[in-house]
């Protein structure tokens, strides 16, 4: 597989806090299995979906405050180092590295202005996602923020996107592109539409075969259905969350409904 081009979704994970508990519920609601833990990565453990690799889970490090469970998505890059200077430089924050992790990669894990936390990924032998768009798989991802013009200036100044808007009144929705493809949404939060306490992030989109089952399996494991499922021209999907609380989406791709808003120059 050919390394991502640098500004495109490459990775996912989950900081957990109970491992075998999640590696139940998202084998239950995704079909995932999961590899052996790698103690010396701090138990990082790859998810699969028919043998291909499509996700990680890992604990808190230990002796730290302890982290709310979230999911988190990281972006390709050819040079980590240069992108962290790059999120520095447009009113980010470095949180982490660049830091090299083995003969895997370089990370990266930062906040955009508005408190939106994402990763950065320079591939070494681990170049991201085996499989995507696909049931089990990543799809798509979301900035939902509070303050989306910190976000429509940050993101394009740090990779190299540009960006569309959604033309429609609806809702206040952009898209970033890489060469012509879209690969990242930014939706603004309205007042009451996160509870008060939740930051600002990337909801990161994995794709089922049935999203109305799939909601039922989370809530029969202990995992929470924020909203719908609904019908959208894309597919038909739901916000929720796992049992320890971190929130993703689910959606059925081949259940679209409806036609797809144009897009307009931002």
Known sequence: MAVLPEGTPCWADAMIKDLDSTKAFYGAVLGWTFGESASEFGNYTTAYSDGKAVAAVVPPMPGGEEPQSAWCLYFASPDAAA?????????????MGPMPVGDFGTMVLAKDPGGVAFG???????????????????TWAEVLTREPGKADAFFPAVFPFTTKRMDTDEVDYKI?????????GRMKVGPGELPPEAPSYVSVFFAVQ???????????HGGQLFFGPMDSPYGRFAAVGDPQGAAFGIIDLGAAAGDVPALADA
């Open 120 to 138: 950065v990924w320079q591939a070494g032998s681990h170049e991201g996602f085996e499989k995507q768009g696909a049931p089990g798989a990543y």
């Open 83 to 95: 992108t962290a200077e790059r999120i520095r430089a447009n009113g980010g924050e470095v949180l």
């Open 176 to 184: 970033f592109h890489v060469a012509d493809q879209p690969v990242l």
């Open 210 to 220: 049935d999203c109305d089952a799939a909601v039922g399996k989370v809530t029969e």
